[in-house]
């Protein structure tokens, strides 16, 4: 397992951007596939983006295509989520997790997570 702490939360206003890092400990970063999960107040927790150990490889959930970016330095254990034109909507605690299986974009399929970071949208 990995040891995940985001960071980069915070309030903003709508059409503005934010960028969120989550910081991983160990040896193996790059065996880890990451992705980016969020929930908002009263709903479950819903996927937002995942990337492969590599980098190479990266899905999104539909309501952030276009608009978020995944990515992450492998040399630095980092991840990050760039976000762009958020919307009120997009208001939820945001939490990065880490999985060693190549395939899966749901929560079964990853077994590290952070503590989460907030983020607010005001319109």
């Known amino acids: 397992q990995v040891q995940l702490v985001e960071s980069g939360g915070g309030l903003v206003q709508a059409g503005g951007s934010l960028r969120l890092s989550c910081a991983a400990s160990g040896r193996t970063f790059s065996a880890y596939a990451m992705a980016w999960f969020r929930q908002a107040p009263g709903k479950e927790r819903e996927f937002v983006a995942r990337?492969?150990?590599?980098?190479?490889?990266?899905n999104y959930a539909d309501s952030v295509k276009g608009r978020f970016t995944i990515s992450r330095d492998n040399a630095n254990n980092m991840m990050y989520l760039q976000m762009n034109s958020l919307k009120p909507e997009d208001t939820a605690i945001y939490y990065c997790?880490?999985?060693?299986?190549?395939?899966?974009?749901?929560?079964?399929?990853?077994?590290?997570w952070g503590q989460g970071t907030q983020v607010t949208v005001s319109s």
């Open positions: 990337i492969s150990g590599g980098g190479g490889s990266t």
């Open positions: 997790a880490g999985g060693r299986l190549p395939y899966g974009t749901g929560e079964r399929f990853f077994g590290s």
